[in-house]
């Protein structure tokens, strides 16, 4: 079955601590990237990749660290993770951004709660 | 800045019809993208329209209208099932994603 995986759903973790979520896909997709959805927010960019080796920042990257050594694999760490109400984070990938076959899709999402 | 703006909320009655409504204002336009998540799931790719006209594909339409920078969201003979958020998002000149907040659909019976 072709999708991506993002594991675990639950996760938590104490106050300070650092946590590093995984997203795996197995589509051959060349972009990956990491979102954030808060309660009545639309989804916030943290980090993407477009290509193996070589990141950028989204909007909210502060906190945030990422990696891109294999093509399948983008686990994002929250550095010294806040103590706030649970965090929603979605892992997507896309085709080949800026060729028209940019649509993203997503996988189920870690939820983070900072105890 | 970049904007994109949907109706917080709305309320339909199953079987009917209902339309959501997205108007944006970004740096650039590489296409529109509508988005349905279920509460505590990921979205998941309903649509997307680049160029101005009505695109139907089944019980859901999409249309755009670039030079308005305005496009709908249509759902037909409505379930009970279509209870979800509908995200509207449009990709700008670096072909990043700038996302409206959803609109909270709730279906009556």
């Known amino acids: 079955d072709g999708g991506i995986t993002q594991s675990p759903k639950y996760l938590f973790r104490k106050e300070g601590q650092n946590v590093t979520l995984s997203c795996e896909q197995n589509l051959n997709h060349d972009a990956m990237y990491w979102y954030r959805q808060d309660p009545g927010q639309g989804l916030r960019l943290i980090y993407y990749s477009q290509i193996v080796n070589d990141f950028q920042k989204g909007d909210i990257a502060e906190g945030y660290s990422v990696s891109r050594e294999k093509k399948e694999s983008f686990p994002l760490t929250v550095t010294s993770a806040q103590k706030n109400p649970t965090v929603f984070y979605l892992c997507?990938?896309?085709?080949?951004?800026?060729?028209?076959?940019?649509?993203?899709?997503f996988g189920p999402g870690t939820r983070l709660t900072v105890l | 800045g970049q904007n994109i703006d949907q109706p917080t909320e709305m309320t339909a009655t199953e079987g009917a019809i209902v339309q959501i409504n997205c108007t944006y204002q970004t740096s650039g336009f590489n296409g529109l993208f509508w988005y349905q998540q279920h509460a505590g799931e990921a979205p998941t790719f309903l649509s997307y329209?680049?160029l101005d006209g009505l695109e139907e594909k089944g019980r859901f339409s999409s249309f755009l209208s670039r030079s308005k920078g305005y496009s709908y969201l249509l759902l037909k003979e409505l379930q009970m099932k279509d209870s979800a958020s509908y995200l509207c998002?449009?990709?700008?000149?670096?072909?990043?994603?700038?996302w409206g907040a959803g609109t909270k659909l709730i279906i009556k019976p």
């Open positions: 997507a990938s896309s085709p080949a951004p800026g060729t028209g076959s940019d649509t993203q899709y």
């Open positions: 998002a449009v990709s700008d000149s670096n072909y990043q994603l700038i």
């Open positions: 329209n680049v």
